[in-house]
């Protein structure tokens, strides 16, 4: 006699979920990556709206040669607060800044996170003295 078995072999099941979990690590994998990619962008454009911020606040002052100025960028900007998401906001909260004349009509705004100055992902702009 005989005997037809119906369903799927151990072996069978086994392939099956190695390459179910292989899919679902590369899909988590790619959501990190993008989840990182998005709160650096955030970053970059928070650090950019205090650094226009800054050039227009010490615009007049930054005409001497030799003028520096650095500060918190929560406390000194919060009039740029209500432009940013608030994810933005909430980053506004962590950034140092400086400013100083580079020479000439140009200035170097640097904008960091807080205790981090050393962090790579500091930024420097050298802008136009606006007048």
Not at 20 to 34: C, D, E, Y
Not at 49 to 70: C, D
Request: hydrophobic share 45%; aromatic share 8%; no cysteine.
């Amino acid at each position: 006699m005989k005997r037809h078995q119906r369903g799927f072999t151990l072996i069978e099941v086994l392939v099956a979920t190695f390459l179910v979990a292989m899919i679902l690590l590369t899909v988590l994998r790619s959501q990190l990556q993008m989840s990182a990619a998005n709160a650096n962008a955030n970053l970059q454009i928070t650090q950019a709206a205090v650094a226009e911020a800054a050039g227009f606040r010490y615009s007049t002052q930054l005409a001497a040669q030799g003028f520096e100025a650095s500060g918190d960028a929560g406390s000194d900007f919060a009039s740029i607060r209500s432009e940013l998401p608030p994810e933005q906001q909430e980053l506004l909260n962590n950034l140092s800044y400086s400013v100083k004349n580079a020479g000439g009509a140009f200035m170097i705004v640097k904008v960091w996170i807080k205790d981090h100055p050393e962090d790579p992902r500091q930024v420097e702009f050298t802008m136009r003295i606006p007048r």
